[in-house]
């Protein structure tokens, strides 16, 4: 059993902009205190910064919390599933983290990798280290989500989190991988409920993969929210707590700001012709996909391609 909302700690390790340590801390402590359990982390993020973050934060309080990490992406380009890397990554992360384990050990971002290695070497080798104790449950990660489901069949894992891909801005979670999770009773995690920053006032950072008129839709989602008072973040968060098999949903934060108006979002009503409207300008980008990961692995085939060029 996990808090509904949970805490992405990608941001502590500068993903999204420079983080004040000490307000990261703040904001840790105070998703505790109001309740939110979850904590996802990676040695991807702030390439080990965000573990070493989130480790300081929990001391003390790691007991708490449920903790999840990752292990096989290193770098933007930088892969390894194999049993010897995992065998050295969970250690690296238990004394990154402060702990002697964690709760939810999580391959990350599985469509870059042969799946057949990640279902014949990556998952046996993580059950190997889940029967050492160093973790509790093992899951599976990624933005593509057929890849997910081949892996999940032919490998049993404990969660799946799939990101960007149930929100305001895209639901083929829902027809590609939620039925899935549900008839086999994985655990999802739903991440990335404002799409990696795009459904926010601030808007999506640099490096933000969507396709340019995806990011055009964001600020006009933003200000007809605000034309009614509201903030957008509410909404979309709103949005993703009203699924009805997720775990929790999973959104990116480092300041106590964010926390408490996240935490206020569990309250907030979202308004039906507010959504109408919401809905009528995603129409036309709605569910755009981006290619991520081996070209084998991608779900945009099917889809309406990622084309910037319009
Ligand atoms: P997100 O949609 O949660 O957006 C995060 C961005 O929104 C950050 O810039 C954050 O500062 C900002 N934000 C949060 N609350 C806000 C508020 N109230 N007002 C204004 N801005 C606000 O995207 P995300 O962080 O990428 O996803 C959430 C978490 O999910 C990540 O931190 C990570 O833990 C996990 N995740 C995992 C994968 C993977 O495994 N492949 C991929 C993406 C995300």
């Known amino acids: 059993m996990i808090s509904e909302l949970a805490f992405g700690a990608s941001p502590l390790g500068n993903e999204f902009g420079v983080t004040d340590p000490a307000e990261g801390v703040r904001a840790v402590h105070t998703a505790i205190d109001r309740g939110i359990d979850f904590f996802d982390c990676s040695p991807y993020y702030g390439r080990k910064l965000a573990e070493e973050r989130l480790g300081i934060a929990l001391e003390g309080r790691r007991h708490q919390v449920v903790v999840a990490t990752k292990c096989g992406r290193y770098g933007t380009e930088d892969f390894d599933f194999s049993p010897a890397r995992l065998r050295a990554s969970i250690d690296e992360s238990l004394e990154r983290l402060r702990t002697d384990y964690v709760d939810l050990w999580q391959a990350h971002d599985v469509e870059f990798a042969d799946a057949n290695r990640i279902t014949e070497e990556t998952i046996p080798a993580m059950r190997e280290i889940q029967r050492q104790g160093k973790v509790r449950f093992i899951g599976i990660t990624g933005f593509q989500l057929k890849v997910l489901c081949r892996i999940a069949q032919r490998a049993a894992v404990d969660s799946i989190l799939s990101y960007c891909r149930y929100n305001l801005l ?15 009773g994985i655990g999802l995690v739903n991440a990335s409920p404002l799409h990696m920053g795009l459904l926010t006032e601030q808007g999506p950072p640099s490096w933000h993969p969507a396709p340019l008129e995806v990011k055009e839709a964001g600020p006009r989602i933003a200000a ?6 509201l903030r957008v973040e509410a909404l979309a968060l709103r949005h993703c707590l009203n699924h009805s098999y997720a775990s929790t949903t999973l959104v990116g934060m480092s300041t106590v700001d964010q926390v408490e108006r996240n935490v ?7 308004p039906e012709d507010l959504l109408a409207e919401i809905k009528q300008i995603a129409e036309p980008v709605f569910n755009r996909c981006w290619t991520t990961g081996r070209p084998e692995n991608t779900d945009c085939s099917t889809q309406r391609q990622t084309n910037t060029a319009g």
Not at 170 to 182: C, G, I, Q, R, V
């Open 264 to 270: 206020a979002a569990l309250d907030c009503a979202l």
């Open 170 to 184: 895209m639901d083929d979670m829902d027809s590609l991988l939620t039925p899935f999770a549900k008839q086999c």
């Open 224 to 229: 007809a929210c605000a034309a009614r008072g």
